[in-house]
Structure formats: C-alpha cells, structure tokens
C-alpha cells in the first residue's frame, strides 16, 4: 500500500528546473522606487491575504482577477500547479501589484494574472512587461500565451504590445483562444514597454524584503478608481 | 443691467461615480443650496450644464430632471449644451435672467458621467465636436488637435517638455490639496520626463503631448447659486460679484485660422470680460485655467493678458503661477489633476474661485485673494467663456 508521502508525490506536479528572476528597480512617475522581485512560495499566505479584499469588487473585472489568481497562487502554495512562478511590486516594502505565470515547457510560457493595487502609476504595465522579460530574457522562452479578462488588460496587452492571434490553441485560462508574445514582438516592444535598472542596490533590496500590505480599505479605494492615494 | 453675485457653492469629488446622472447632480446642487442658507428664499430657476448625457447616458431633458430630483417644482428649468464651455455658459444663462430681472435666485448645476462608457467611446464622444467634414471624419480626436497645435506653439516660442511637465507636477500638487480632485497623485520631473522609465511612465499620447500632459475623464458635479444684490444683501454672505462675462467664438475647423496658435476667441472674451468688470489681468489675484492639455495653460495664459505672447512658459519656470507665485493658476489642480467631467468643468471652476474670494479653500487657499478670472474653452478654442469675479467688502 502507498503511504502518504508517495502519494503527495504521485499529485505534486513535477517541477522543471526554472531560473531565478533578477530584481530590479523603477522610478515612477511619482519619483518612488518600485522594487520588482520573485516572490516564493512561502510569501503566498501574505499575497493571499492581499487579494482577498477584492474578490467582491466588480469594477474592472477585480473579482474574476481577484478570485483566479487566488486559486493560482494557492495551487502554487500547495504544488498543485505545474512551474509557476510570482513576481511583486512593492514600493517600500509595500505591495503594488503582482503578476504570475507559469513554464509550460522550456519553449512556451503561459501568462496568467496582473494584478494592480497602486493604481494610476503604470504599476501593472510595468509588472506585465516584468513577466514577459521573465519568460524571453531570463528562461529564453519563445513565446507566450495570453488573454486579457477586461477591456484594461485588452488595450494593454493586445493593443500596445501589440500581440498577435493565436487562436488555434486554446489559453488554460479558458474564454477566449490565446494571443501570442513571441520573442520578436517583446524586443521589438522592449524600448518602449520594459523599464528597470539592474543591480539594485543592497539597501533597496533589504526594504523589499517582507512583503507588506496596505491596509485593507486603502487596498479597496485604491483599487476603486482612485488616482493615487498613499498607502 | 443688475449686478449678479453668487451666494452658494458646492461640488461632488470628481473620478468615478457610482451613482447615476442625476443623483450626481443632486450631490453638488445640494450643498450648494446648503451654503447659499437660503432659508424661505425661493429659487426661481434650474439650469443644467451638460455636453453628453443623451449619447453616454441616454438621458436627455437633464435640468427638469433635477428639478423633480430635488422636488423644486414648479421653477423654471432648462439645459445648456455648449461642448465643454457648457458650465460657464450655463452660468451666463443664470446671470442673464437675474441681470434683466427675470429672476433673482437661479441655481447652476453642470454634471457630466462620462466614464459610463469605455475609453475609446469617450475619447469619440469629445471628438464629435469637432468639424465634422474637415475633421471628425478624418480621425481627428481633441488629443490629436491639442498635440498639432502644442508642435507649432513649441516651435514658434521656444516652448520645451520640460514646461508642459511643470504645468502638470504643479496642477497635480495643487490637487493633492484639494479633496475634491480626481487624482491625488504627486508626480516628478524625473518619473515623467528625465528617468530612462518615464517612456513607459508617460507614454506619449499625441506627440508632443504625453499622458501627463492631458486631463483625465472623470465624472462629476459642481453647482453655484446666483442671486440678485437684493437677494445677495438679505443673505449677509461674503460677495462675490460676477463682475463681467466674456464670451467669443472662432472656426469651426482649427485649420482655417490665420494663425492657429492665435487663441483669438480667449482673447476676445477675455478682453471683453475684462471689459464689463473694469479691471485688467494685472488686477487678478487667482486663476482657473481650462488646462485640458497643459499646453492650453499657457497658450491660454497670453492670450487671456496675463502674460505676453511666448513669455508664460518662462513664468511657470520661475515658478509665478505656483499657489506661492505672483499670479497663481489652477490652485484646485485644474482640468489635469482635479478632474474635467465637460459639462461641470465651467461651473467647477466657478466654485473654486467662489471659495478662494470667501477665504474658504483651506490648504490651497490664496492669501487676500479679491479678484479672480475663469476661463472656459469650448471644442478646440472655437467658443470661450470667460468670468471675472470680484469679491466685495461689506
């Protein structure tokens, strides 16, 4: 008879070897440093905690954001999810956003969910550009699989880049059939799109160590259409 | 004619409402009606300023729906739609009535819900008042036209970027002062302009204009109550006098101007503003520009007699038109930073001005402010209101 441990085994997805994103830093347009680092898998409980609050929030389809990438990010949490990874913004120490995907084999990527809190600052753009310089630049991918679940995400993604149909296969987000990032349209792209200094300093760094959280109705207002707004 | 003051004023926060067009209205009349304290002074009409709510919100007949909102039947009511100068035309209206004696309390309401449909809808809404066959049809978007018009200003007077973002970081200053303002978001020189980011975080939107160079769309809502003297001495308020209106209009199409960096309609009914008030823009304590683009803050700035032609972006480098400079513009963040829901935008600025004669606009208030000019620019410059108020001393 099989013990627990082997069948964890048996429903743990096996893990293919991915490198590490490098930090970087971004001045925004506020003049604040946004520290964009790979998160682990022990930092999921607190980025849990984060999208909580939105899972109710209609306005520009936070809800069906919110409530995916929680499955995500908890499936990642527990090994139910093949390669995935996470990327945060935070400035100072603070969550802005995060981003997530993960390798579908060492060619193609699958993107998933960017999630904005600090609104009004291109926060989500330069977080999306992050998680495609993850999977061109750092894995040397060849491309990447791509929807959009609101008219926001469409005109940033499919838009500006811009992406190209790829309609034949079909995105695990399910909806819509996938859009493409290939590596010609991310360089071509890359100028304009992907910001960010390397390396960072150490202090820096250190500051974005401990993820931590605005409050949770700051989160709420931010996310409500507010421009700006301090954490 | 009779003198013309406003007695009561009173706004929503501009950005995203949640509630519906007239409830939204409602929101900003009320307060004002509230701070006019009235008591058993009637209003005698309604006048709605509004540019778009039968196309973005299917509802049209805006001022009688007000009306039975706030349950003043059976005043007078009606609604002004003049593109973006609507607001300050809707308050010429009101003057009008009560400086010929037709009334002597009239309230002005401009509401606009313009973030009820996407982006690009709205972006074809504004663009729908511009030259329908020399414009309009060939594409051409309010955005397109301010971008034209600042490469011509840019090339002629030696105006830089660096300029249009100083408009912006002071309006967005001065609107993280201001609660009523939809962006409360401070931004830098470096994180528009100079950083090797500020490409991604100012992306241009019609070059040379950049993100940061243009209003938000917002939703929102201002009102003002305008009374007679009568009215306005039983009242026993501080007096703000709407001491002259000015209004002007130019071409349709931007292109069959002699000059099209000439803003011949602010020019004109600023001067004639200036005019029927009996002061000149060297009198004027405080300004509400129609900063739109940033570009407009300072071509509007000359062309109202402010400063010479070509010399107001040296001012703003200088930092004249700072809260702290000598002819302060735009202390309530401007149409960049506060906000520019269309039909509210005149009336808003109004409401800003009223607040700084009464002393009453708390962190960005002007010291001793006792005079101030409004300009409201409709389509692109093809018809302008301007106001001069003037507070008085009892």
Same mark, same amino acid.
């Given at each position: 008879m099989a013990s627990v441990t082997d069948l964890e085994t048996l429903l743990r997805p096996p893990a293919m070897e991915m490198p590490p994103y490098p930090p970087k830093t971004i001045t925004l347009a506020s003049g604040e440093q946004m520290v964009v680092r790979q998160a682990g898998r022990?930092?999921?409980?607190?980025?849990?905690?984060?999208?909580?609050?939105?899972?109710?929030? +209609?306005?520009?389809?936070?809800?069906?954001?919110?409530?995916?990438?929680?499955?995500?990010?908890?499936?990642?949490?527990?090994?139910?999810?093949?390669?995935?990874?996470?990327?945060?913004?935070?400035?100072?120490?603070?969550?802005?956003?995060?981003?997530?995907?993960?390798?579908?084999?060492?060619? &193609?990527?699958?993107?998933?969910?960017?999630?904005?809190?600090?609104?009004?600052?291109?926060?989500?753009?330069?977080l999306f550009a992050a998680k495609m310089e993850y999977h061109v630049e750092t894995c040397g991918q060849e491309e990447v699989l791509i929807v959009a679940e609101s008219p926001?995400?469409?005109?940033?993604?499919?838009?500006?880049?811009?992406?190209?149909?790829?309609y034949e296969v079909q995105h695990e987000l399910g909806g819509v059939p996938s859009w493409v990032l290939t590596r010609k349209t991310y360089f071509d792209a890359k100028p304009r799109l992907v910001a960010g200094r390397r390396p960072i300093s150490a202090e820096l760094l250190a500051g974005a160590q401990t993820i931590r959280l605005p409050g949770e109705e700051t989160v709420r207002r931010q996310v409500m259409g507010e421009k700006g707004g301090r954490a | 004619m009779r003198p013309v003051y406003i007695v009561g004023a009173g706004m929503t926060r501009f950005g995203r409402s949640e509630v519906p067009l007239v409830d939204l209205a409602a929101m900003a009349a009320l307060?004002?009606?509230?701070?006019?304290?009235?008591?058993?002074? =009637?209003?005698?009409?309604?006048?709605?300023?509004?540019?778009?709510?039968?196309? !973005?919100?299917?509802?049209?007949?805006?001022?009688?729906?007000?009306?039975?909102?706030?349950?003043?039947? =059976?005043?007078?009511? +009606?609604? !002004?739609?003049?593109?973006?100068?609507?607001g300050a035309s809707a308050v010429k209206v009101g003057y009008q009535a009560i400086a010929s004696g037709m009334a002597d309390v009239v309230l002005v309401t401009g509401v606009e819900m313009m973030r009820? &449909?996407?982006?690009?809808?709205?972006?074809?809404? !504004?663009?729908?008042?511009?030259?329908?066959?020399? +414009?309009?049809?060939?594409?051409?978007?309010? =955005?397109?036209?301010?971008?034209?018009?600042?490469?011509?200003?840019?090339?002629?007077?030696?105006?830089?970027?660096?300029?249009?973002?100083?408009?912006?970081?002071?309006?967005?200053?001065?609107?993280?002062?201001?609660?009523?303002?939809?962006?409360?978001? =401070?931004?830098?020189?470096?994180?528009?302009l100079t950083a090797p980011e500020a490409i991604v975080n100012n992306p241009p939107v019609a070059e040379p204009l950049h993100m940061f160079d243009c209003c938000p769309v917002s939703d929102g809502s201002a009102a003002v109550v305008l009374a007679s003297e009568d009215v306005a001495t039983k009242l026993g308020a501080p007096r703000v006098a709407v001491a002259g209106i000015g209004q002007a209009t130019d071409t349709h199409a931007v292109h069959e101007r002699q000059d099209p960096t000439d803003l011949k309609a602010v020019r004109l009914a600023s001067a004639a503003a200036f005019e029927r008030a009996g002061l000149k823009p060297s009198d004027i304590d405080v300004t509400e520009l129609h900063d739109a683009f940033t570009i407009l803050e300072i071509a509007e700035s000359e062309a109202a007699?402010?400063?010479?032609?070509?010399?107001?972006?040296?001012?703003?480098?200088?930092?004249?038109?700072?809260?702290?400079?000598?002819?302060?513009?735009?202390?309530?963040?401007?149409l960049k930073a506060k906000g520019h829901p269309v039909g509210a935008t005149g009336v808003a600025q109004l409401v800003e001005l009223t607040w700084q004669l009464r002393g009453e606009a708390s962190g960005r208030q002007i010291a001793k402010a006792k005079t101030a000019f409004a300009c409201n620019f409709g389509g692109f410059g093809n018809n302008v209101v301007a106001t001069v108020l003037r507070k008085e001393e009892r």
């Open positions: 022990e930092e999921m409980p607190i980025l849990l905690e984060a999208i909580y609050p939105l899972l109710l929030v +209609e306005r520009d389809y936070y809800d069906i954001v919110a409530a995916r990438l929680y499955a995500e990010l908890l499936a990642y949490k527990r090994y139910r999810v093949k390669d995935e990874y996470v990327l945060v913004g935070l400035i100072d120490g603070v969550l802005a956003g995060l981003v997530n995907g993960r390798l579908v084999d060492a060619k &193609v990527g699958m993107s998933y969910h960017t999630l904005t809190i600090r609104r009004g600052l291109r926060v989500g753009s330069h926001i995400g469409f005109r940033r993604w499919m838009i500006e880049y811009p992406l190209d149909k790829k | 307060p004002a009606l509230r701070h006019a304290n009235l008591g058993k002074i =009637p209003v005698d009409a309604v006048i709605v300023a509004n540019m778009g709510a039968g196309r !973005v919100n299917r509802q049209v007949a805006v001022a009688s729906a007000l009306v039975d909102r706030l349950s003043l039947w =059976p005043v007078a009511a +009606e609604s !002004v739609e003049n593109g973006p100068a609507s009820a &449909v996407d982006g690009l809808e709205v972006t074809d809404f !504004v663009a729908s008042m511009s030259q329908p066959e020399a +414009e309009y049809i060939y594409g051409v978007t309010l =955005p397109s036209l301010a971008g034209m018009f600042a490469r011509l200003y840019m090339d002629r007077y030696g105006v830089e970027r660096k300029h249009l973002a100083l408009v912006a970081i002071k309006n967005h200053d001065n609107a993280m002062k201001n609660p009523y303002a939809h962006i409360h978001q =401070p931004i830098t020189m470096e994180g528009i007699g402010f400063f010479k032609v070509g010399q107001a972006h040296k001012a703003v480098e200088r930092g004249e038109t700072k809260l702290t400079g000598k002819l302060p513009i735009n202390p309530s963040g401007g």
